[in-house]
């Protein structure tokens, strides 16, 4: 089969898709044909080292797809099912093994490409809007980056729980697709300072959470946005990671938090990972929750599809099909 591999960590260019032998479905785990992959930012991590594994490896961590067979053990599923997941490693291949207790099942009516696209952004917005902070109707809420996968995924949760959504964005087309979204405001980034602007919009407040997954470039303004007892909840670092930070500046912005969560942390159990998947994938087939896809790509086309991601020219969610 096709799979991506990482040889050595480094750049995009690292990215070479190779004929590999056919995974096989081990104890416990459904060997699954590849409908749709996603591509996201800790495949980034993954690729250059930030988050080590060992090499070489096949990259990727999400998907969907249809279970072609089952190995011993298996009791949750059966050939022909449709599944999708968040945490399979080497998902950017033709076929994946995927533990049964990663998988989960997609609902009548939600395409497995929509499935793959909602998983790891869609349960990280999920435990982000949930868990983390959770949004009460009435709060002023600070989305950065409004118009990429996860942006838009955060505006519709945040608006869902009767939240206010201010996001940042960088120019009119992301604009455009932040505010069908449901952001009440949009900020552009690259025309005004941000803090400043969120104050102005909220009466000089701020913001109850601001949702960052940029790091290095916007952790000075999200601080400089949040009201006091405000939370910031630093979930990625597209830009780079945030250096060592004085505590202190907690204090004198007013009590503040500050938060690095991640995934694996808020899918602890069986039980809370079908709670979130079933919320997210339940709002996506009732028509609720909307995944919009941006881009796709061929397999072979994986390095293209991270160069875009890292240089901030994709919106929405973006997916390497293996039929493409």
């Known amino acids: 089969m096709r799979a991506v591999q990482v040889q ?51 990259i990727g961590l999400e998907g969907a797809g249809t279970v072609v067979a089952v190995g011993e053990g298996v009791t949750r599923f059966a050939v022909g099912d449709r599944v999708t997941w968040a945490s399979a490693p080497g998902s950017y291949a033709e076929k994946v093994a995927v533990p049964q207790d990663q998988a989960v099942a997609v609902p009548d009516g939600v395409a497995l490409d929509v499935a793959a696209g909602a998983m790891l952004q869609g349960l990280t917005a999920h435990y982000l809007t949930a868990s983390t902070y959770p949004v009460q109707a009435g709060d002023d809420v600070l989305v950065h980056a409004a ?30 697709l932040a505010r069908e979204a449901g952001a009440d405001e949009v900020i552009r980034y690259t025309e005004v300072e941000v803090a400043p602007e969120v104050r102005r919009l909220t009466g000089g407040e701020g913001v109850a959470v601001v949702y960052d997954g940029v790091g290095k470039d916007t952790f000075d303004a999200s601080l400089d946005s949040l009201r006091v007892r405000g939370v910031l909840a630093l979930y990625g670092a597209a830009s780079g990671q945030v250096p060592p930070v004085d505590l202190q500046r907690l204090n004198s912005g007013g009590s503040l938090f500050v938060t690095r969560p991640s995934l694996g942390h808020h899918l602890r159990t069986r039980e809370e990972l079908e ?15 909307t995944i919009s896809i ?5 397999l072979s086309d994986a390095r293209q599809a991270h160069e875009d991601l890292e240089g901030r020219r994709t919106t929405g969610k973006v997916l390497l099909q293996p039929s493409a």
């Open 147 to 176: 118009a990429g996968g996860m942006g838009l995924l955060l505006t519709q949760l945040v608006k869902a729980r009767g939240g206010r959504v201010i996001g940042t964005v960088s120019n009119a087309e992301k604009e455009k």
């Open 294 to 298: 941006g881009a796709r790509y061929p």
């Open 8 to 58: 050595t960590t480094g750049g995009p260019e690292v990215l070479r898709a190779v004929e590999v032998d056919d995974p096989v479905a081990g104890e416990g785990q459904l060997l699954v044909e590849v409908a749709a992959s996603g591509v996201n930012y800790i495949d980034t991590y993954h690729r250059t080292g930030v988050y080590p594994l060992p090499l070489p490896f096949t």
């Open 275 to 289: 709670w979130r998947a079933g919320e997210v994938l339940g709002a996506v087939a009732r028509g609720e929750l």
